[in-house]
Protein backbone atom coordinates (compact mmCIF):
# COMPACT_ATOMS: atom_id res chain seq x y z
CA UNK A 1 0.00 0.00 0.00
CA UNK A 2 1.69 2.97 -1.13
CA UNK A 3 -0.27 5.29 1.85
CA UNK A 4 1.58 6.89 4.43
CA UNK A 5 0.28 8.65 6.99
CA UNK A 6 1.84 11.56 6.30
CA UNK A 7 -0.44 12.16 3.11
CA UNK A 8 -3.58 11.32 4.87
CA UNK A 9 -3.74 13.99 7.40
CA UNK A 10 0.01 14.76 8.22
CA UNK A 11 0.48 12.03 10.88
CA UNK A 12 -2.38 13.16 13.15
CA UNK A 13 -4.69 11.13 14.84
CA UNK A 14 -7.15 11.98 12.44
CA UNK A 15 -4.93 11.17 9.86
CA UNK A 16 -3.96 7.44 11.67
CA UNK A 17 -7.44 6.76 11.94
CA UNK A 18 -8.44 7.85 8.35
CA UNK A 19 -5.51 5.68 6.75
CA UNK A 20 -6.50 2.66 9.10
CA UNK A 21 -10.38 3.09 7.71
CA UNK A 22 -9.28 3.38 3.99
CA UNK A 23 -6.76 -0.04 4.34
CA UNK A 24 -9.29 -1.45 5.97
CA UNK A 25 -11.26 -1.27 2.96
CA UNK A 26 -9.22 -1.32 0.15
CA UNK A 27 -8.00 -4.91 1.30
CA UNK A 28 -9.39 -7.67 -0.73
CA UNK A 29 -7.80 -10.54 1.39
CA UNK A 30 -7.57 -9.08 4.77
CA UNK A 31 -5.69 -11.08 7.45
CA UNK A 32 -7.71 -9.80 10.15
CA UNK A 33 -11.81 -10.59 10.14
CA UNK A 34 -12.47 -7.00 10.53
CA UNK A 35 -15.84 -6.90 9.47
CA UNK A 36 -17.21 -8.91 12.54
CA UNK A 37 -15.38 -5.91 15.07
CA UNK A 38 -16.64 -3.00 15.54
CA UNK A 39 -14.15 0.05 13.74
CA UNK A 40 -13.15 1.34 17.32
CA UNK A 41 -11.43 -2.49 17.60
CA UNK A 42 -9.78 -2.35 14.18
CA UNK A 43 -8.55 0.87 14.30
CA UNK A 44 -6.92 -0.44 17.98
CA UNK A 45 -5.45 -3.22 16.45
CA UNK A 46 -4.29 -2.34 13.33
CA UNK A 47 -2.28 0.76 15.94
CA UNK A 48 -1.13 -2.02 18.39
CA UNK A 49 0.35 -4.14 15.69
CA UNK A 50 2.28 -0.94 14.04
CA UNK A 51 3.39 0.38 17.78
CA UNK A 52 1.25 3.27 16.91
CA UNK A 53 -0.48 3.25 20.34
CA UNK A 54 0.08 6.41 22.29
CA UNK A 55 2.24 4.35 24.94
CA UNK A 56 4.54 6.34 27.16
CA UNK A 57 7.73 5.53 25.20
CA UNK A 58 5.60 6.60 21.94
CA UNK A 59 4.91 10.04 23.45
CA UNK A 60 9.11 10.49 24.89
CA UNK A 61 9.97 10.00 21.39
CA UNK A 62 7.48 12.76 19.92
CA UNK A 63 8.64 14.93 22.54
CA UNK A 64 5.04 15.12 24.20
CA UNK A 65 5.95 14.20 27.79
CA UNK A 66 9.78 13.94 29.27
CA UNK A 67 12.15 10.95 29.70
CA UNK A 68 11.14 10.95 33.59
CA UNK A 69 8.04 9.93 32.93
CA UNK A 70 8.02 7.08 30.03
CA UNK A 71 7.51 4.49 33.06
CA UNK A 72 4.48 2.57 34.17
CA UNK A 73 3.08 2.09 37.89
CA UNK A 74 5.25 -1.24 38.46
CA UNK A 75 8.70 0.60 37.22
CA UNK A 76 9.03 -0.56 33.42
CA UNK A 77 9.11 0.81 30.74
CA UNK A 78 5.62 1.36 29.26
CA UNK A 79 6.03 0.64 25.39
CA UNK A 80 3.10 -1.75 23.91
CA UNK A 81 4.45 -5.39 24.19
CA UNK A 82 4.93 -4.85 28.35
CA UNK A 83 1.38 -3.12 28.49
CA UNK A 84 0.10 -6.26 26.32
CA UNK A 85 2.27 -9.06 26.95
CA UNK A 86 4.48 -8.76 30.27
CA UNK A 87 2.75 -6.87 32.39
CA UNK A 88 2.33 -8.31 35.57
CA UNK A 89 -1.43 -7.08 35.85
CA UNK A 90 -2.45 -7.63 32.71
CA UNK A 91 -0.09 -10.79 31.28
CA UNK A 92 -1.35 -13.38 33.52
CA UNK A 93 -4.93 -13.07 30.59
CA UNK A 94 -3.08 -14.79 28.02
CA UNK A 95 -2.61 -17.89 29.58
CA UNK A 96 -6.37 -17.89 31.55
CA UNK A 97 -7.42 -17.52 27.82
CA UNK A 98 -5.12 -20.73 26.60
CA UNK A 99 -6.11 -22.44 29.11
CA UNK A 100 -10.05 -21.89 28.22
CA UNK A 101 -9.74 -22.97 24.47
CA UNK A 102 -7.47 -25.92 25.50
CA UNK A 103 -4.56 -24.97 23.67
CA UNK A 104 -0.91 -24.59 24.46
CA UNK A 105 1.55 -22.36 23.83
CA UNK A 106 4.54 -20.08 24.94
CA UNK A 107 4.24 -16.48 24.47
CA UNK A 108 5.95 -14.25 22.31
CA UNK A 109 8.37 -11.65 22.96
CA UNK A 110 6.25 -9.07 19.89
CA UNK A 111 2.71 -8.68 19.19
CA UNK A 112 2.73 -9.68 15.81
CA UNK A 113 4.43 -12.47 16.79
CA UNK A 114 1.99 -13.48 19.59
CA UNK A 115 -0.99 -12.70 17.30
CA UNK A 116 0.59 -15.01 14.51
CA UNK A 117 0.94 -17.79 16.88
CA UNK A 118 -2.28 -17.29 18.75
CA UNK A 119 -4.37 -17.50 15.78
CA UNK A 120 -2.21 -20.04 14.03
CA UNK A 121 -2.31 -22.44 17.56
CA UNK A 122 -5.29 -24.57 16.56
CA UNK A 123 -4.15 -25.36 13.27
CA UNK A 124 -4.96 -24.46 9.68
CA UNK A 125 -8.85 -24.42 9.33
CA UNK A 126 -10.05 -20.90 8.91
CA UNK A 127 -13.44 -21.12 11.01
CA UNK A 128 -11.06 -21.83 13.82
CA UNK A 129 -8.24 -19.37 12.88
CA UNK A 130 -11.38 -16.72 12.73
CA UNK A 131 -12.36 -17.32 16.35
CA UNK A 132 -9.01 -17.46 17.74
CA UNK A 133 -8.46 -13.68 15.64
CA UNK A 134 -11.93 -12.82 17.54
CA UNK A 135 -10.86 -14.13 21.02
CA UNK A 136 -7.26 -11.94 20.77
CA UNK A 137 -9.54 -8.99 19.42
CA UNK A 138 -11.53 -9.20 22.58
CA UNK A 139 -9.07 -9.92 24.59
CA UNK A 140 -7.26 -6.53 23.26
CA UNK A 141 -9.79 -4.52 23.68
CA UNK A 142 -10.53 -5.50 26.94
CA UNK A 143 -6.95 -5.14 27.95
Known amino acids: MALTIASVGGGDARGGVQLAYHYRRSRGGCD ?3 DLVPLKVSVLTWRLLRNQLPTKDNLVQRNIISHD ?8 LETAQHLFLSCTVFAPLW ?18 DHFRQ ?11 RS ?3 LVWL ?6
Do not use: E, K, N, P
Not at 95 to 112: C, E, F, H, T, Y
Not at 122 to 127: E, I, L, Q, V
Not at 138 to 143: A, F, Q, W
Open 32 to 34: LIF
Open 69 to 76: SQFCVTGC
Open 95 to 112: GLVRSWVGMSSVDSASLQ
Open 118 to 128: FIYSTGGARAS
Open 131 to 133: FMQ
Open 138 to 143: CCISVL
